[in-house]
């Protein structure tokens, strides 16, 4: 089933939200066809299709999100889109939060294309709740050092010389999940992060890319806090 994203999506909606009419028009849906539309708020609706040329609908069931731990990422800005990608991963397995940090090592920069880069954060995360199939989409900020991060819940950096591993880690109801530049973050900023909370973490002996590495650790935390189902005796 096709998803789309209407933020002002309700019962009351019979159009396809005018933001996302091009992107209908362009699969060729047919009449009587079924689409989900999502608010990004944690609910949206399945619809039948009235009319394809117009975008005409009949809303049908409403869908709401599963309950879960609320896992924000923190991702350093990285160069070649690596920290893209690493958004658009860890969007498609579910977070609450995405932070864009400017890590000491970070070889790219945002500086003044501050607002830019969010815009183009939102859209990858846009994209990848529709192919996902999700119903919350995550809030995008900027952060511009470590010494400006708030943890939330469990506070967790990665890093691959730590001593605990990832399944150590106890099950929560929300983390925040701190992921180094291509060159790892300094240790001025690992004892600045220690001083706020964040516990180093390890993902296995392997040295992941900065666009893997916050995937992994999410699936990982899901598993723990029992999203990913339970385990069979
Ligand atoms: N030489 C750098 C270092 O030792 O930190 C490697 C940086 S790695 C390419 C980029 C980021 O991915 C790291 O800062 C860390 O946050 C995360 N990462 C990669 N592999 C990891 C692992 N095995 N365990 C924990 N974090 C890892």
Redesign the pocket.
Known sequence: MHYFFDPLISEASDHIGSGELIHFKSLRITKDERIAITSGKGFGFQARVIDPSTGEIEIADKLVANPRAAIHLVQ?I?KGGRDEAALQAATELGIASATALQ?ERSISRWDSKIEKNLDRWQQIAVAAIKQSQQLVLPEIYHCESVSRLQPIGVAL??????ELQ?GQIAPADSYTV????????SQSELDEMASKGFV???????????S???A??IGCLQLISGELGKRLD
Do not use: C, K, M, N
Request: proline share 6%; glycine share 18%; charged share 20%.
């Open positions: 350093s990285a890590a950096v990665l890093d691959p010389r730590a990832i701190v992921v180094g530049p291509e060159g790892g973050f180093g973490v390890r993902l296995g002996d392997s040295v992941l890319r900065t893997t590495a916050g992994v650790a």
